[in-house]
Every structure is written in structure tokens, then in C-alpha cells.
């Protein structure tokens, strides 16, 4: 069971980063990457993700281990998910548009801003209500009264 919890919350975050990637990139489909020229968006949009979601999973799970309250989980991983997530769009923006021309740092970041920060809030909001409804974080928090029923 515990196998399933984590393949269940790799394959959530993997697909909500993709679909932020793709669609916060998508009109960048038609330039070419400058690290790579036959590549398309799509192969960056799939293959960027698995390392983020790798990370994300092995830290949810780090997390739920040590800290005990959902909501507060929930938030640093949301958190977590927002930043990778930014980082994956900077990443394929400065690839495929900031390389061919000239953009200053705050260029670069206000331009992923304002490609992605709707697709972003959206992934974030479903992971959390994902996160919040689904069992994946169980606190096994054991009352002081249930547990001098069993040493009793």
C-alpha cells in the first residue's frame, strides 16, 4: 500500500507539471531549442518534470516522516510544486526564446510570470485539494488516552 501512496503522488505531480509546462509554454512550440534543434516543446514539456516530481515525492514523504500536520505539509509541498514548476517554464522559456535574443534577468523572469502564472495557481490549487482530500498523508497521531489502552 505504501508503494501505491508514493507511485500515486509521483503521478500527480508528474502530470500536473506537465500540463503547467505545456500549456504555460505553448506558444513557444514553434521556436527552436537553442540546446538542442530537432527537440520539440513536447520532449522538454515530458522529460523536465521527472526530475522535479522525483524530488518532490522523495521530500513529501522525508516531510510526512518528520513533521505531523497535514496542512502544513501540504502547503511546503504545494510550495515546492510552485517553485519547480516556475523553474521548469524559466528553464524552457530562456531555451527557446531568451537565448535567440536579448533579455535581462528581470525580463526573463517577468516573461515566465505572465506565460505562467495562471496554469501555475491552477496545478497548485489541485495539488492542494488533492493533498487534503486524498489519505496519501496519514499522521498517525496516536491520542495519550488510545495509547495507555494498549500497555495496560
Not at 531555451?95 to 528581470?106: G, M
Request: hydrophobic share 55%.
Amino acid at each position: 500500500m505504501k508503494v501505491l501512496k508514493i507511485i500515486m503522488f509521483f503521478v500527480i505531480v508528474y502530470v500536473l507539471s506537465v500540463f503547467t509546462a505545456y500549456f504555460s509554454m505553448i506558444d513557444y512550440e514553434d521556436t527552436v531549442s537553442s540546446s538542442c534543434l530537432e527537440c520539440s516543446l513536447v520532449r522538454d514539456v515530458f522529460l523536465l518534470p521527472v526530475f522535479s516530481s522525483i524530488v518532490l515525492t522523495f521530500l513529501f514523504f522525508v516531510f510526512k516522516k518528520v513533521l505531523k500536520k497535514r496542512m502544513f505539509i501540504s502547503i511546503v509541498i504545494v510550495l515546492l510544486f510552485i517553485t519547480f514548476s516556475f523553474l521548469n517554464n524559466y528553464y524552457i522559456f530562456i531555451d527557446r526564446v531568451s537565448a535567440w535574443s536579448s533579455f535581462s534577468l528581470k525580463g526573463e523572469i517577468l516573461g515566465v510570470v505572465s506565460d505562467s502564472y495562471l496554469y501555475l495557481i491552477t496545478s497548485a490549487a489541485i495539488l492542494f485539494m488533492v493533498l487534503m482530500r486524498l489519505n496519501i498523508i496519514n499522521t498517525n497521531i496516536v491520542s495519550t488516552s488510545e495509547s495507555t489502552q494498549f500497555h495496560e
